[in-house]
Structures are given as C-alpha cells and as structure tokens.
C-alpha cells in the first residue's frame, strides 16, 4: 500500500507519518518511510538544489523538471521495490505537491502539469493521501520555529520564504484537490492536539487496510 502525507509548510504532516511508522510497525506491517524531494541518492542530490532559500534564480520551469526527475527516480528506486516485497510506503510529499506549489502557486498549466506528472510515475497513484491542514499563518509559524530549531532556515527553507499570498494559493490548491478526489485523498484537521491528528490518520489508513483486506 502507498500512502502520501501532504499539506503546507509547517502542517505537521512529517511529525504523523513517523508516529504513523511506529504505530503499523507495532501491527506488524513492514514499513518504509520516504519523502520527496530527497528520497533517493538522486533525490538526495536535488534536494539541496530545490530547497536551499539562496537558490534564487531557479526558474519555474527548472523547478516543475527537477521534482518531475526526483519522483521517477524515486519510484524506480524506492517506491515500486518496498510495494513489490509486501511493504506499507509512507511517503512525506509526492505528485499533489506538483500540482499545487508549481501549479496554484506557481500559475502552471495545470493539465499540462498532469500529463507531465503522468510521465514521470508510470501509473503510481497513491491509494490513500493524507492532507494535514491548517492556517497558512499558523503552519508558517510552526515552519520558522521548526527550521529555526534545526538550522535550516537557509538549506531548506525556499519554500517558507514564499509569500502569505503564495501559500494560501497552495492551500486552496490542496482543498480543491481534495474535493476532487474523495475517496483518495482524506483531510486531516492539524490544529488539533498532536493525539488527536494522529487518530484521524488511523482510522483513514484501517479504514484502507480494511477495504484492502489487510486489516
């Protein structure tokens, strides 16, 4: 089963999913944990490149590439083998963050940008996608302490240097994704206390499990 996790800077979706690993590890189900950008060596190498906030001249559409190069490669590499040997795969961002940051945020095509996409996953759609969603001042908020406490507010923080008007694009962007497509993609309420996002991400994911006869 392939599981997405996604939401805005700072939604506490990278927080779920590894209390979400512990939690299917303790049923019993082999679990691999990825992200994009970064999940492969590839990945790894593209991450500096896309995240770090000095990278100031990176065009549109050398960004929509990049993250188009990452996630083919990361399937190939991690993704297909861990579902192949029988694993949950727990992925931090995957193809929705295309069609949201490049596409509502940036102004891209957004049916160019899914033909696009269709090209670099080869069919691979998430069973279930997990949206952890909050105020766009509230996850930048938490975004800035988080980066501030790691020291990454250079090396990774391009994204969060975005304006207020570019994250509440992203934001609809995710909300309009998720009405399209219900039965995929489920809205997790993040303001809530950390144990109470954590069981709504549960009972979306047993639910799946069940339907899948895994449960």
């Known amino acids: 089963m392939f599981i997405t996790f996604e939401g805005i800077e700072g939604s506490g979706k990278s927080s779920a999913l590894a209390q979400l ?4 590890e303790k049923k019993s189900f082999d679990v691999r944990l990825t992200r994009e950008p ?3 060596a590839l990945g790894r190498t593209l991450r500096h490149v ?3 906030a ?6 549109s559409r050398a960004e929509l590439f990049l993250f188009l190069a990452d996630r083919a490669q990361h399937i190939k590499d ?14 931090d961002r995957y193809m929705d963050s295309t069609f949201v940051y490049q596409g509502a945020g940036r102004g891209m095509d957004i049916d160019r940008l899914r033909l696009l996409n269709e090209h670099a996953i080869g069919g691979m759609i998430p069973d279930l996608t997990l949206l952890f969603d ?13 980066n501030e406490e790691e020291g990454t507010v250079i090396s990774e923080g391009r994204f969060e240097a975005e304006s207020i008007r570019f994250h509440t694009r992203v934001r609809e962007g995710y909300l309009q994704l998720a009405a399209e ?11 809530q206390n950390p144990d109470d996002v954590l069981l709504q991400c549960i009972s979306a994911i047993e639910k799946k499990l069940h339907d899948y006869g895994r449960l």
């Open 38 to 40: 970064g999940g492969s």
């Open 50 to 52: 896309l995240l770090d």
């Open 78 to 91: 991690i993704i297909l083998p861990a579902l192949e040997e029988g694993e949950i795969v727990l992925c």
């Open 54 to 59: 000095r990278n100031t001249s990176l065009s």
């Open 134 to 146: 909050v105020p766009v001042q509230v996850g930048l908020a938490r975004a800035a302490r988080r």
């Open 181 to 191: 497509e219900p039965e995929r993609i489920v809205i997790i309420d993040a303001t």
């Open 21 to 24: 690993a512990t939690y299917l």
